[in-house]
C-alpha cells in the first residue's frame, strides 16, 4: 500500500473561500496532518456549524456532515460515542464556537470527548458581512459597528484552559508547518483538544500585518503539563503565543469511561427493569 499524501484527502468540491482566506491553510494542514499519521479515509468523520470555515466537510474526501450553528461539539461527541474507532474532528469559527456555541465547551472538557476541535478565529462575522464576533477587539470598526465595538473580546486560551480542556493549543494560519505539527499532536491525543486558530479574513478584517508583528512561539521552556503557567501566557494579549499551552496525559476518555460502564453494569433487559419497579 503506498503511503497517503495530502492530496489523497481532497474531494472534488473546490473550496470557494474569497482568496487570500486563511481558512485555505488550515485545510492544507489537515490534510498533511491525516497523510502524516496515515490515517484511512473512511475511518475519519468531520463535522461542521455553520459559517465560512464549516465548509470544511465539503471539500475533504471523508466522511462528514454539516450541521447548525453553534452545535458542532453536541454532533461530533455523538459521532465519537456512536462509532469510537473514528477520527473525528470538529470544526468552525469563532462565531459558531465562542458565541452560540461556546455552551458546549466546558461539558466536551469535562467529558474529554476523544476528538479534536478546530476553531478558525477572524474575530468577525464574515459570512454574515463583517459584524463584530466575541474575539473581536473592543474598538475594532466595521460596517456593522462604525464607531467600534463597545464589547471587550473573549480570551479563548484561557477560558479553555480554565475549563480542564485536556490538550489547549494555539496557531496562526501563515505558519503552516508549525500549524501542521500541532494537529498531528491534537489528533494522537486522547482526550479532547481545542485549537485556535487565527485565521484571516482578508475581505472584512484582514489581520494578516497585525499578526504577522505579535505572534511569537510559546518560550522554549514553558512545560505543557504546568497549567498555572500555560493560564499566565494566555494572559499575555500583547503578545499572542503560538504553539501548545496546556496538556494533560493519562485521563481517560468519555469512551473509555462508557466501555468500562457498560462492563460494570447488569445484564437489563425491559423485563428486569419492570420487574424492579415492582419491588
Not at 129 to 141: F, H, I, L, N
Not at 226 to 233: G, V
Request: aromatic share 10%; net charge neutral; glycine share 8%.
Amino acid at each position: 500500500m503506498s503511503k497517503l499524501k495530502a492530496g489523497d484527502y481532497k474531494s472534488s468540491v473546490k473550496p470557494i473561500w474569497c482568496p487570500g482566506c486563511g481558512d485555505y491553510a488550515v485545510l492544507t494542514a489537515l490534510m498533511r496532518a491525516f497523510a502524516q499519521l496515515e490515517l484511512p479515509k473512511e475511518e475519519i468523520t468531520v463535522a461542521s456549524g455553520i459559517g465560512c470555515s464549516s465548509r470544511f466537510p465539503a471539500f475533504i474526501d471523508t466522511y462528514g456532515i454539516h450541521g447548525v450553528h453553534g452545535r458542532v461539539l453536541p454532533l461530533a461527541s455523538g459521532i465519537k460515542l456512536g462509532a469510537p474507532e473514528t477520527t473525528v474532528v470538529a470544526v468552525g469559527g469563532d462565531g459558531d464556537g465562542f458565541s452560540i456555541g461556546v455552551g458546549h465547551i466546558p461539558h466536551a472538557a469535562r467529558r474529554n470527548i476523544d476528538l479534536t476541535y478546530l476553531v478558525m478565529d477572524n474575530s468577525i462575522y464574515g459570512m454574515t458581512k463583517g459584524q463584530p464576533s466575541p474575539t473581536s477587539p473592543e474598538g475594532a470598526v466595521s460596517k456593522a459597528s462604525p464607531y467600534g465595538s463597545q464589547e471587550r473580546p473573549l480570551n479563548p486560551m484561557l477560558m479553555a484552559i480554565s475549563y480542564d480542556v485536556s490538550f489547549v493549543a494555539r496557531c496562526f494560519s501563515g505558519k503552516i508547518r508549525e500549524m501542521t505539527d500541532v494537529f498531528v499532536q491534537a489528533l494522537e491525543h486522547p482526550g479532547f483538544s481545542l485549537i485556535q486558530v487565527l485565521s484571516p479574513c482578508v475581505t472584512f478584517y484582514n489581520t494578516y500585518g497585525h499578526y504577522n508583528q505579535i505572534t511569537r512561539a510559546l518560550p522554549v521552556d514553558h512545560d505543557p503539563t504546568d497549567r498555572l503557567r500555560a493560564m499566565a501566557l494566555a494572559m499575555e494579549t500583547e503578545t499572542q503565543y503560538l504553539g501548545i499551552f496546556y496538556r494533560e496525559a493519562g485521563r481517560a476518555t468519555y469512551s473509555q469511561r462508557f466501555e468500562t460502564l457498560q462492563q460494570r453494569a447488569p445484564d437489563t433487559t425491559l423485563e428486569t427493569i419492570f420487574e424492579s419497579m415492582k419491588r
